[in-house]
């Protein structure tokens, strides 16, 4: 049976009906159209599912849905200001952080979690940080190295007006 | 992609609400706090069907270690709206852990060290970073595998566990609560409702771990020791020593800690006291190492725990 369900992501109020065995990942996916957070092993291994919910990564392929009513969650498309990459997104390119990609959105949300409470961390915090989000493309250092990078970047901002 | 089945979803907005729930629906309902082992488990195929051997004792245990249990609960019960079961107290020689409370918080919180240290090592490893912002320390010992981190910990720290049903209130030992393989003493109609153990001064306690990987992992082995000092602190007046993975539960090694009370701590009575636990230990073979790598390990990590315990006890060093 469906279940009228009230969602807050990224800052926008989304108003859906669910089944309950749905997971938070299936329902922002398929609908809400954000496909920006991926579906990888189901089981809370590879991470790539990672969104923020009140500011702390998780699975949210291990969330039910109806458990993230009236918590705030955080999605990759919830990070850039329209055309304008976030600070950690830039990074990641600038860095060569990317390769297939998969992975992505989840580093990037594990990491604005990490920055958000440390945004000058060591290279072990952020391996520790996003030891929940497996790559199997880079070899993990330019992910580290774009991290560390857009941590600078944001402190650096975070002076200005 | 793995879908979950179809299942009633209950959010009771009171303990009393949800021990009325439990009641009604009994084994076809299933409790959810983080849904880390749950949903996991809800997911997975029938795989205990494909383990062969089924019959003995020892296959049963093998192939329960090996692959969780299929769950397909009828009735899930959110505790997601019991505020009642979470949160950290400590006073009155007692810390108090409401089962709710995630690991990560658990991990980072002051208030277990350094008494209730082996707690703060356990909560700080399990799973991975992102796991431990969801799952529950009461869904971690409910899950009840004989690795289950913050299961070695209690153990060693001599806590109890209240289970709450509509009849009644009961405590219940951490040294009787495990009774298999993903098996405690919880009934259908109960639910966990808070972990205390006594606390004092003079103490401390760790929990070591040894795995092929440092996160996502589960033990290969795993052990906790505790330890109360002399008031003058220059020996052990009391120890606990629990073990991981090398038994169909979480296991005590009473005579190895028995050995220590009235001793001064050092590396010699912490090698002979690790021997005896070593001699404590069932471990079995399977595909995360042998029962001779196992008992090996037993001696190490004993050792390991039993001298990091003793520095928190002192209150040496880093924490």
């Known amino acids: 049976m469906k279940t009228l369900l009230k969602l807050k992501v990224n800052g926008r109020i989304f108003e859906t009906a669910v089944e309950p065995q749905r997971t938070l990942v299936e329902v922002l996916r398929e609908e809400l159209g954000l496909t920006g957070t991926k579906q990888g092993c189901g089981v809370g291994d590879c991470g790539t599912c990672t969104v923020l919910i009140d500011g702390e990564p998780m699975n949210s392929?291990?969330?039910?849905?109806l458990e993230a009513e009236g918590r705030e969650i955080t999605t990759i498309e919830g990070l850039s200001q329209g055309q304008k990459l976030h600070p950690i997104q830039a990074a990641f390119v600038e860095k060569g952080a990317i390769q297939?990609?998969?992975?992505t959105p989840g580093m990037i949300l594990a990491a604005k979690a990490l920055l958000d409470r440390n945004p000058n961390p060591t290279e072990t915090e952020v391996r520790?940080?996003?030891?929940g989000n497996l790559c199997r493309c880079t070899g993990y250092q330019k992910i580290v190295d774009a991290v560390i990078a857009a941590g600078r970047d944001l402190a650096g901002e975070g002076g200005e007006p | 992609m793995r879908i979950l089945h179809p299942f009633r979803y209950e959010?009771?907005?009171?303990?009393?609400e949800a021990l009325a729930i439990l009641e009604k629906h009994g084994a076809k309902a299933a409790p959810l706090a983080g849904g880390t082992d749950l949903i996991v488990n809800m997911k997975h195929r029938s795989m205990l069907q494909l383990v062969p051997g089924a019959g003995t004792a020892q296959a049963q245990w093998k192939s329960a270690a090996r692959v969780p249990a299929m769950e397909r609960p009828e009735v899930v019960v959110s505790l997601s709206s019991l505020a009642e079961l979470r949160g950290i107290r400590k006073g009155d020689g007692k810390l108090r852990v409401g089962p709710l409370v995630a690991m990560?918080?658990?991990?980072?919180?002051?208030?277990?060290?350094?008494?209730?240290?082996?707690?703060?090592?356990?909560?700080?490893?399990?799973?991975?970073p992102l796991v431990r912002n969801r799952a529950t320390v009461g869904g971690n010992l409910m899950n009840a595998r004989p690795a289950a981190d913050t299961a070695i910990a209690i153990l060693a720290l001599g806590a109890r566990l209240e289970l709450a049903s509509r009849a009644q209130r009961r405590w219940e030992d951490a040294s009787a609560f495990f009774t298999g393989p993903g098996r405690t003493v919880r009934k259908p109609e109960e639910l966990l409702v808070a972990v205390e153990m006594p606390i004092g001064p003079c103490e401390g306690s760790a929990y070591v771990r040894m795995g092929v990987r440092r996160q996502l992992e589960i033990a290969i082995v795993s052990a906790a020791a505790w330890i109360r000092l002399s008031r003058d602190r220059s020996t052990i007046a009391d120890a606990r020593i629990a073990l991981g993975a090398v038994g169909p539960t979480p296991i005590l090694a009473p005579h190895a800690a028995g050995m220590l009370a009235g001793k001064a701590g050092g590396?010699?009575?912490?090698?002979e006291a690790a021997r005896t636990a070593r001699g404590e230990a069932r471990p079995i073979d399977d595909f995360r190492g042998s029962a001779a790598y196992r008992l090996d390990l037993v001696e190490a990590l004993v050792t390991r725990a039993l001298e990091k315990a003793l520095a928190r006890a002192r209150g040496e060093g880093a924490p």
């Open chain 1, 61 to 65: 392929c291990l969330v039910l849905a």
């Open chain 1, 100 to 103: 297939c990609g998969f992975c």
């Open chain 1, 128 to 131: 520790e940080a996003l030891a």
């Open chain 2, 267 to 271: 590396p010699e009575r912490f090698a």
């Open chain 2, 11 to 16: 959010r009771p907005k009171s303990l009393d």
């Open chain 2, 104 to 128: 990560a918080e658990l991990s980072r919180s002051r208030d277990l060290l350094p008494e209730a240290g082996a707690l703060s090592d356990a909560a700080g490893i399990m799973g991975s």
